[in-house]
């Protein structure tokens, strides 16, 4: 990003708002991709639970012994 300074110094002024506008492009991109993280970090969590819980009932299954009840 060149600039130009017409033969005069570059003051102290110059540099902070070159600095403010790069920074708050920045800051925009940033939160313009924030509803998207969310929506991944989300579908990430879901799917994490979800194989955990499918794994769980089908180890439950071949752990679980048969318990049968009979009164005398």
């Known amino acids: 990003m060149a600039t130009r300074t017409n033969g005069r110094r570059i003051t102290r002024d110059d540099l902070q708002e070159a600095f403010s506008r790069l920074a708050g ?11 998207q993280a969310a929506v991944v970090a989300g579908a990430l969590a879901l799917a994490v639970v979800a194989l955990a819980y499918l794994a769980g009932r089908r180890r439950g299954r071949h752990r679980s012994a048969v318990v049968e009840i009979r009164r005398v």
């Open 25 to 35: 492009e920045g800051e925009s991109t940033a939160k313009a991709a924030v509803p």
